[in-house]
């Protein structure tokens, strides 16, 4: 087993690792303390156990770093671990993929608790059975890996052709992708559809 702590802070990195060595001894920890570090490393290790993934970083706020990763790695579970509590923020999060959401606060007990049942397949987040989403990011989660990644391009304003070679598609791919982004966000075109997108995203701790 594999797993990837992203986060900026040097002692809750040594937290995180302490509470997975309680669930899993033997396990094999790879550190990264940004966004960039972590795709990095699962360009180089896609088939990581777990992510866990702090939501505010140096090169990303918000879920844009959940995104960015389910984007380009839509088979690597990754769990949020924040010190955001709000309960849209975590539904947020469920929406868009998370396999879980421990906060910050958590003791070591309940942290490595959390940390047993998302290894096991389980969404694990301190809204116990309160998973509902509500329709807004319910667009969100309807939206393929492939659709977010050029969602995400959208933002950064990158054109169909550069948005093609980026992801190796052709432009007439790419244009077919928007039409469906499009009508799944509920907009007509690139600006309305971006910034649909980032008032769903914003707001995030």
């Not at 539904?91 to 396999?99: T, V």
Request: negative net charge; charged residues 25%.
């Amino acid at each position: 087993m594999r797993i990837l702590v992203a986060d900026d802070h040097p002692l809750f990195r040594d937290a995180l690792k302490l509470a997975v060595c309680r669930v899993s001894p033997d396990c094999e920890l790879v550190e990264a303390c940004n966004v960039e570090e972590a795709l990095q490393h699962l360009e180089k290790t896609p088939n990581l156990s777990l992510v866990l993934l702090d939501l505010k970083m140096p090169d990303c706020a918000g879920v844009e770093g959940l995104v960015a990763i389910r984007a380009r790695f839509p088979l690597a579970p990754v769990a949020i671990v924040s010190a955001c509590e709000d309960r849209q923020q975590i539904r947020k999060a469920l929406a868009l993929g998370a396999s879980g959401y421990i906060p910050k606060s958590a003791s070591m007990d309940v942290l490595a608790a959390a940390l047993e049942a998302i290894l096991n397949g389980e969404i694990w987040t301190p809204l116990g059975d309160e998973l509902e989403v509500d329709t807004s990011l319910e667009r969100l989660s309807a939206l393929t890996p492939a659709q977010l990644r050029i969602l995400m391009d959208l933002q950064r304003g990158r054109l169909n052709k550069q948005i093609a070679f980026d992801i190796g598609v052709t432009e007439a791919t790419v244009k077919s992708h928007l039409t469906a982004i499009f009508r799944k966000l509920g907009v007509v075109n690139r600006t309305q559809a971006v910034l649909a997108v980032q008032s769903l995203m914003d707001g995030a701790a």
